[in-house]
């Protein structure tokens, strides 16, 4: 299973768009309030659970880390919504999605063009 890493510093969100260089990174924002959320969520681990080793997954809780998914959205240039998950490579935005549209197949499908 991939590691899920959470981004707590705008350093580290710095360093996830350097890994996109490398391969394929997902980043999913998290409102830890909501219950759409957290099925959302449960989805993105779904995925994870099958992706194996070679990805850099993370995740922004963006109730108690507000600047870091405002810092994505600038970045993106992608408007936040929450939950919302972003396929980034190159450091671009590949795909991105967001509430129940966040399925383990609609991640799968995205990252299956992505290599």
Same mark, same amino acid.
């Given at each position: 299973? !991939?590691?899920?890493?959470e981004?707590q510093?705008n ?10 260089v ?9 409102? !830890?309030?909501?219950? *759409?959320?957290?099925?959302?969520f449960?989805?993105?681990? !779904? ?15 963006? *109730?108690? @880390?507000?600047? *870091?998914? @405002? ?6 240039g992608?408007?936040h919504e ?5 396929? *980034?490579? @190159? ?5 991105? !999605? ?18």
């Open positions: 299973m !991939t590691e899920l890493n981004l510093s350093q580290e969100l710095t360093q996830a768009w350097e890994h996109s490398e391969e394929p990174v997902l980043v999913f924002k998290h409102s !830890t309030t909501c219950p *759409i959320s957290a099925t959302a449960e989805q993105y681990q !779904t995925f994870l659970e099958s992706a194996g080793n070679d990805l850099n997954s993370y995740v922004i809780k963006v *109730i108690e @880390n507000r600047d *870091i998914s @405002n810092q994505l959205a600038e970045d993106t992608v408007k929450s939950p919302q998950v972003f396929l *980034i490579r @190159n450091k671009g935005v590949l795909w991105h !999605t967001s509430h129940s549209n966040i399925t383990a197949d609609a991640i799968a499908g995205a990252m299956q063009r992505a290599r």
